[in-house]
C-alpha cells in the first residue's frame, strides 16, 4: 500500500533502544527493577546495545572512519577500570563496574553508522527519535504538573519510589520545591537539534519537527530547569540558520530571525541571571552558601590539581557517594566534586590527558567545511559537531548518562566522513580519466 510504514527488526531493536533511554519503562510498575531505570545504570541499554549488534552484523571495517578513536576510548575505560581496582582496594565493585558499563554504548557506534548510511535509515531514526521524545517529554510534563500542584505520582520514579514518595534533593528530584526530572535530557537534546537541523537548515516544515522543539522545549523549561541546554538550543538554532542552511537565506528575515533569537535566548534562558549569579557569589563570596555553585568551584579546584598530579591515568573510572572511604580521594576535601559538573574538564581528571587527546582528535576529524556542503548528513554533522562543543563546557557528552548522544553524533560524523571520501575518490578517479 503507498504510503504504508513498515518496520522492520532493526528498527525495532532500535525503538526499543530509544524507548530504554527515555526511561519509558517509567509507566509500568516493575517493583525492584524500577532501579535499572536510574542514571548510572544502564546495563539494560549495554545489553540491548548487544543485541543490535548482532541485528547490524557487519565486517567491513573500512565502513567506519571513527573506530580507530572509539576503539581507543574502549581500551582507555577499559584500563581505567582495571586501574581503580587497583588503585583504591577494597572499593565495591558496583562502584566501578556500574560507570564502566555505561560507556559499553559506544559500541553503538558501528551498528548506528550502518542504519544511518542511508535517506531512508536516517530519516527513520529521526522520526522515531522525535516520536518517543513527544511521547516522553509530554508524560513528564503532565507528572510534574501533577505532582507539583496535588503531589500524586503516577510513574515508577525510583529515586522518588524508595523516598517514600517525596522527591528528594540529594537525588536531584527536587528544586525550589518543584518536581524536577532530568532523566530525558540526552535523548530530548539530541532530538531537539536534529529537529532545529529539519526546521531551519532542510526546511521541511514538518509538523513533527515543530512538536518537537515544543514539547522538548517545555520539558526543558518546567521538568528538568535548565537554563544552560536552552541557551545551547537558541546558539544552535543561530548557527544553523546562518552557517548550515541548505537553502538560499532572505537577507531581512535572516536578521529579524537573529534578532529574535538572540532575545529569546536572553529572556527565555535569562542569560542576565546566569552571568549575575556566576559573577555576584564570587564577589561576595556567597557561593560558599550555594550548593551547586560552591560544588563546582570545588570540582574545578580539586580536578585541576588531580589532572597534574594524575595525568597519564587521572583518578579512574568511579561513581562513588560520600559515604565511601575513598569520597575524599575522588571528589576533594569536601566530597563535593563530579566529574559531570565540569564537562571535559571533569573527564581529563577521571581518565586522563589521553581523553582529550583522544576527543580533540574527533572533533577535528569530524569537522566539515562549508565545502562539504554536498556530503551526507552535513547539516546533522555539523549541528552536533557545535552541541558536543557547547555542551561539553560544562555536561560533558562523555559520562555515564550522555554518553549515549556521543555515540550517536559519531554515527552521524561516520556517515559524513564516508561520503566526504567517496567524493574523493570520484573526483580522483575523473581527475585520472581526464588526464
Not at 525550589?176 to 529537529?195: E, F, K, N, P, Q
Not at 550522555?402 to 573526483?427: E, G
Request: charged share 15%; glycine share 6%.
Amino acid at each position: 500500500m503507498k504510503g504504508r510504514i513498515s518496520f522492520t527488526l532493526k528498527d525495532i531493536v532500535i525503538m526499543f533502544l530509544l524507548l530504554l533511554e527515555f526511561r519509558m519503562l517509567f509507566l509500568i510498575p516493575l517493583g525492584p527493577l524500577t532501579k535499572l531505570n536510574t542514571y548510572h545504570n544502564k546495563m539494560l541499554q549495554v545489553a540491548w546495545v548487544g543485541v543490535i549488534l548482532i541485528c547490524f552484523m557487519h565486517f567491513k571495517v573500512s565502513d567506519y572512519k571513527l573506530r580507530g578513536a572509539v576503539g581507543a576510548l574502549l581500551v582507555m575505560v577499559t584500563l581505567s577500570m582495571v586501574y581503580a581496582f587497583i588503585r583504591y582496594p577494597g572499593i565495591e565493585a558496583k562502584e566501578v563496574i556500574v560507570p564502566f558499563f555505561a560507556y559499553l554504548l559506544l559500541l553503538l557506534y558501528f551498528p548506528l553508522s550502518d542504519y544511518l548510511d542511508t535517506e531512508e535509515g536516517v530519516k527513520r531514526f529521526i522520526f522515531m527519535l522525535q516520536i518517543i521524545c513527544i511521547t516522553a517529554c509530554a508524560v513528564m510534563v503532565v507528572q510534574a504538573f501533577i505532582y507539583n500542584s496535588k503531589h500524586k505520582l503516577f510513574l515508577s520514579i525510583y529515586e522518588i519510589k524508595q523516598n517514600g514518595g517525596i522527591p528528594s534533593t540529594k537525588s536531584n528530584t527536587l528544586r525550589d520545591g518543584h518536581l524536577r526530572i532530568t532523566y530525558l535530557t540526552t535523548g530530548a537534546s539530541v532530538a531537539m537539534v536534529l529537529s532545529l537541523v529539519n526546521l531551519i537548515a532542510l526546511r521541511t516544515k514538518g509538523i513533527i519537527d515543530i512538536a518537537c522543539i515544543g514539547v522538548s522545549g517545555i520539558y526543558f523549561l518546567y521538568v528538568a530547569r535548565t537554563r544552560m541546554y536552552l541557551a545551547i538550543f537558541g546558539l544552535i538554532a543561530v548557527y544553523i540558520y546562518f552557517f548550515i542552511n541548505t537553502r538560499k537565506k532572505n537577507k531581512r528575515f535572516a536578521i529579524l530571525f537573529g534578532a529574535i533569537m538572540v532575545v529569546a535566548i536572553f529572556f527565555v534562558a535569562d542569560i542576565p541571571g546566569m552571568i549575575k549569579d556566576f559573577i555576584e557569589p564570587l564577589m561576595t563570596g556567597a557561593y560558599k552558601d550555594d550548593g551547586s555553585y560552591y560544588a563546582r568551584i570545588a570540582a574545578l579546584l580539586f580536578f585541576g590539581e588531580s589532572i597534574i598530579t594524575h595525568p597519564i591515568m587521572g583518578l579512574g573510572v568511579v561513581k562513588t557517594g560520600a559515604e565511601s572511604v575513598y569520597a575524599e580521594a575522588l571528589r576533594g576535601p569536601d566530597k563535593l566534586a563530579y566529574f559531570t559538573d565540569v564537562g571535559v574538564y571533569g573527564g581529563t581528571a577521571e581518565f586522563g590527558l589521553p581523553f582529550l587527546i583522544i576527543f580533540i582528535y574527533i572533533l577535528k576529524k569530524a569537522f566539515l567545511k562549508p565545502s562539504d556542503a554536498g556530503v551526507k548528513n552535513y547539516a546533522y554533522s555539523k549541528a552536533l559537531w557545535w552541541f558536543i562543543i557547547l555542551s561539553s563546557l560544562t555536561l560533558s557528552v562523555f559520562d555515564p548518562q550522555r554518553v549515549i548522544a556521543y555515540a550517536i553524533a559519531l554515527a552521524f560524523f561516520n556517515t559524513s566522513l564516508k561520503s566526504k571520501d567517496d567524493l574523493s575518490d570520484k573526483q580522483r578517479i575523473n581527475s585520472c580519466s581526464i588526464c
